[in-house]
């Protein structure tokens, strides 16, 4: 199957500070990609839509200018936690769907510590 | 709107028991349905998954699951449970199979 990597799994950061985290498609194109979040022992809430050569769409109730998103290639979507604090921390996931397809294909992760 | 309804948040069944979790959804146009796992600190793997056709789907590791219109479920099942099998279950549910909306997941225990 469709494989989907993301960096850092994991990064501790002061608050205060901006973390940038990679989510990428390894062996297919993907003109979207979505941004989930996931608190402990809770289950995903989607967070935003990252399309490619256009603006993310955000899911109501979350700060667009806090969690920015760019899909700069049809292979790369980064999301930035800006201005991080504490109640950042979380583990975020992303997905893709490999085109023509649909079904989703999921990241690892990355767990965000927020000191 | 889709919503997804996963009854229990625990499970826990002994080793080659009879697995069963539970998935009623909610949707407003004819949904495409999934199931996924997840390991702990891991990304979501795919289990199975309905969008049209047969309603009993069959997916990896002994999984399937059965599609039931009439009672909007989707509950997954298995027939002999292995210790490998503890993991949180995750149902979905999407209109296209692009922006998906989970359930609560439940915490699948085996026991030996």
């Known amino acids: 199957g469709a494989v989907v990597s993301q960096h850092p799994s994991r990064v501790i950061c002061k608050s205060g500070t901006s973390v940038k985290i990679e989510c990428r498609s390894l062996d297919f194109q993907a003109t979207t990609m979505f941004w989930y979040r996931q608190f402990p022992k809770q289950s995903l809430m989607l967070m935003a839509t990252s399309n490619e050569g256009s603006k993310a769409t955000y899911e109501q109730g979350v700060e667009k200018d806090k969690f920015l998103i760019n899909h700069a290639s049809l292979t790369l979507s980064t999301l930035t936690v800006t201005s991080a604090h504490p109640e950042d921390s979380s583990f975020y996931i992303c997905?893709?769907?490999?085109?023509?397809?649909?079904?989703?294909?999921f990241g690892p992760g990355t767990r965000l510590t927020v000191l | 709107a889709q919503s997804v309804t996963q009854l229990g948040s625990h499970v826990s069944v002994s080793e080659g028991a009879l697995v069963l979790l539970r998935c009623n959804y909610s949707s407003s146009v004819p949904p495409y349905l999934f199931w996924y796992v997840q390991y702990p600190n891991q990304g979501l793997q795919l289990l199975l998954k309905y969008t049209t056709g047969a309603t009993l789907v069959k997916g990896i590791n002994g999984f399937e699951a059965e599609f039931k219109k009439s009672e909007t479920s989707f509950h997954l099942t298995k027939p002999s449970a292995h210790m490998s099998d503890a993991a949180e279950y995750f149902c979905a549910v999407s209109p296209s199979g692009s922006r998906l909306t989970f359930g609560e997941g439940t915490q699948l225990t085996v026991n030996p």
């Open positions: 997905s893709a769907p490999s085109d023509g397809t649909d079904t989703q294909y």
